[in-house]
């Protein structure tokens, strides 16, 4: 069974400061995507990154940034010089592929970024 | 853009009560999914669908039924809402594979008394 484990159920930072959310999956598929999400407090989840598990590099946009390691099993999701517009609820997730849905939500944390 | 529209924001039920929650793309995304959301628990799969008039149950299908007789309509069926049922239920649409990026709605809030 596929599951993600987001272990930060809260954080608060100062704006500017950077922050890191850690994300820590469980699968046996060898082939399988991740996924970050952002849901302000408007409610609507928004996509910020899908990747696949054969491309381990990192990626930057902006001044958000993400760490895949499959030695640990991990998708961290780091916010450089954070603003108050980060504040939200940052969702990893996981898929598998194989017939039928398998799209694993982790628990989610709540990030909270204080002027 | 692609825009997940749901029929309501809030809504309260008295238990007992048959409710439906509606959801409309308008990407002609195949696929459509319908969750729910509970503090401490992330986004928990109810059902989904990968065309017109197929469902597939997800994690947490008792409770509840779905329907899809268009492509661009997923509804979501409270057979008789429960207390426990109170929650955020969330749609989502994607195109292609089920592994695809997922665009989401913005959320019904459901209180059932």
């Known amino acids: 069974a596929q599951k993600v484990t987001q272990a930060q159920t809260e954080i608060s930072v100062v704006e500017k400061e950077d922050v890191t959310l850690d994300c820590v999956y469980e699968?046996?598929?060898?082939?399988?995507?991740l996924f970050w999400y952002k849901q302000p407090p408007s409610g609507e989840l928004v996509f910020l990154i899908r990747r696949n598990s054969f491309d381990e590099q990192n990626e930057i946009s902006g001044r958000y940034s993400w760490n895949f390691q499959k030695s640990t099993s991990s998708f961290n999701f780091t916010i450089t010089a954070s603003q108050v517009v980060d504040s939200a609820v940052y969702f990893c997730a996981l898929s598998v592929l194989r017939d039928g849905q398998n799209f694993v939500f982790g628990p989610g944390t709540r990030l909270s970024v204080l002027p | 853009d692609v825009k997940v529209t749901q029929s309501s924001r809030y809504l309260v039920k008295r238990t007992g009560e048959k409710v439906f929650l509606e959801c409309v793309q308008d990407m002609d995304h195949e696929n459509m999914f319908w969750y729910r959301q509970d503090p401490g628990l992330g986004l928990r799969l109810i059902y989904f669908?990968?065309?017109?008039?197929?469902?597939e149950k997800g994690d947490i299908p008792e409770g509840y039924s779905v329907s899809r007789e268009k492509k661009e309509r997923f509804s979501l069926i409270l057979e008789s809402a429960s207390t426990n049922q109170t929650s955020m239920y969330l749609c989502?649409?994607?195109?292609?594979?089920?592994?695809?990026?997922?665009?989401f709605g913005p959320g019904t809030r459901l209180t059932v008394l």
């Open positions: 989502a649409s994607s195109e292609g594979d089920t592994y695809n990026e997922q665009f």
């Open positions: 669908s990968y065309d017109v008039k197929m469902k």
């Open positions: 699968t046996r598929d060898t082939t399988y995507y």
